[in-house]
């Protein structure tokens, strides 16, 4: 029978479904998918789909890239692997989600770089010719790599079709490489800028091509983490000028942005719903500053000048080398005297992260599961391991087989789909033509 609402009125038996089935996990979600075609449906649609990630929202984690320590090594050599880690009392991981492509495609454990996370989907770069000690003092290794867009809760990922603009791998090129979310379009996006390139390219799921930006750049990324947080339908980086924007949805570069402070290190976040810059002074060991944009119509290229303000100043107790973000608009998260340290600006509490001794990471993003789909993507399988995986990927089969259940009863505004389902083919990871790594970007030209 249905209930009333506070208001008096009474809830249909599907509203009721939804607020109790948005609040489960995403793994739960997915076996529940077989309960019924009824459940199946729900659980499909855009609006369910919405409503789970706006509660998820809530409680976000740290998608981290994992290096195993060697003891009679010079250096940590990369695992590869990714895992999911709490930031908090116990700074611990929480899952192992292994890699964002099926086991045996490659007949080794490349090395990889985290890209972009954005609504639970997640953008990596993979090098697939071989493994390399990313802390090697040696010089700069450029390789061929593979781009996927993963979603690491549903397992499903789709390895990206090769860029249009290639290079010689022996010639100096810096790439920078960022992963955003069209809201207006529901599209995820991959935006590539060569140093060397007049003009740079972007990459639709939905379209599943590249294309080039029919406007040349007055400036590029300068830091190793390439692009930072996409906020707003906006995907932005620092450049050597100032802040760099990237419109999503119109495909197009606004930069030179004015910063608060003009300077290389300046770690883009999102504070409260805002744009905001972090920078460490120098001068003043340990204090960190955060501006927040007064106005995003300077965003637009219009000519509109940007103003901040200063919202907050810590002193975090200790040097500090870098910001390297901001999570929940409350953990500062930074390098300091070679260590990871989180201080808390709600607690004005500081403190080193405890991490597996075991291992290292070089790269943290904000991460939160969702049901999102991203269209032409394949199961990721590693069945046949032991762990977290080894719930297998036999229920997630079988929706892929039975995706069509209910196809005749949706039109297309509630089916579910990022993109267009007729997507092309896209190219194989034995390509040999493919483009070089973003790896390189571990050469931070910011540090010279």
Same mark, same amino acid.
């Given at each position: ?30 076996? @529940? ?12 649609? %855009? ?9 998820? $929202? ?27 880690? +709490?930031?908090?009392? @116990? ?5 192992? $989600? ?8 490659? %007949? *080794? ?28 003092? #040696? %010089? ?22 090769? %860029? &249009? ?6 010639? &100096? ?25 007049? *003009? ?25 983490? /390439? ?5 707003? #339908?906006?995907?932005?980086?620092? #450049? ?43 001068? +003043? ?14 965003? @637009? ?25 901001? *999570?929940?608009?409350? +953990? ?23 991490? !597996? ?23 990721? /399988? ?21 995706? &069509?259940?209910?196809?005749?009863? !949706? /039109? ?6 990022? #993109?267009?389902?007729?997507? !092309? ?16 970007? +571990? ?6």
């Amino acid at each position: 029978m249905a209930k009333r609402n506070d208001g008096g009125e009474r809830l249909r038996e599907e509203d009721l479904l939804i607020s109790v089935l948005s609040r489960l996990d995403v793994k739960t979600l997915l076996q @529940c998918k077989a309960v019924s075609k009824t459940w199946y449906s729900l659980i499909s649609t %855009p609006f369910f789909i919405k409503s789970h990630l706006n509660r998820a $929202l809530t409680t976000t984690t740290l998608l981290v890239r994992l290096f195993k320590y060697e003891p009679h090594c010079d250096s940590p050599e990369q695992d590869g692997s990714f895992s999911l880690f +709490e930031l908090g009392g @116990c700074d611990d991981f929480v899952k192992h $989600l292994v890699f964002p492509y099926s086991k045996r495609v490659y %007949p *080794f454990t490349p090395s990889s770089l985290l890209i972009g996370c954005v609504c639970g989907v997640v953008c990596v770069c993979v090098d697939r010719t071989v493994a390399i000690k990313v802390y090697s003092r #040696g %010089p700069t290794v450029k390789t061929p790599t593979d781009i996927y867009i993963w979603n690491p809760a549903t397992k499903q990922s789709k390895l990206v079709p090769l %860029p &249009n603009t290639r290079y010689d791998c022996n010639d &100096n090129v810096k790439v920078a490489l960022g992963f955003g979310f069209d809201p207006v379009d529901v599209d995820f996006k991959v935006v590539r800028v060569l140093s060397t390139a007049i *003009f740079p390219e972007v990459y639709s799921v939905n379209r599943n091509v590249w294309r080039k930006i029919e406007t040349k750049l007055s400036d590029i990324p300068c830091r190793k983490s /390439n692009f930072g947080i996409c906020l707003h #339908g906006y995907l932005f980086a620092i #450049g050597w000028n100032g802040l760099m924007a990237f419109d999503l949805n119109k495909e197009v570069f606004t930069c030179d942005i004015q910063l608060p402070v003009h300077t290389v290190y300046a770690c883009i976040a999102e504070f409260k719903d805002s744009i905001a810059v972090i920078i460490s002074n120098f001068n +003043e060991k340990g204090r960190i500053n955060l501006w927040t944009l007064d106005d995003e119509a300077c965003l @637009c290229g219009s000519g509109v000048k940007a103003s901040w303000t200063m919202m907050l100043t810590v002193d975090v107790g200790l040097e500090c080398h870098r910001v390297y973000g901001l *999570f929940n608009s409350a +953990e500062l998260l930074l390098l300091a005297v070679g260590d990871w340290f989180s201080y808390n600006l709600d607690k004005k509490v500081g403190r080193y992260i405890n991490s !597996n001794p075991i291992f290292y990471f070089d790269k943290f993003l904000e991460y939160t599961e969702s049901l999102l789909p991203v269209a032409g993507s394949e199961l990721v /399988n590693w069945s046949a391991d032991k762990g977290d995986n080894e719930e297998s990927s036999t229920d997630s089969e079988e929706f892929s087989e039975n995706s &069509n259940v209910d196809s005749e009863d !949706n /039109n297309e505004e509630t089916r579910v789909s990022v #993109g267009s389902e007729d997507d !092309n083919e896209v190219g194989t990871t034995d390509s040999e033509d493919s483009e070089e790594s973003s790896s390189d970007s +571990e050469d931070d030209a910011g540090d010279e």
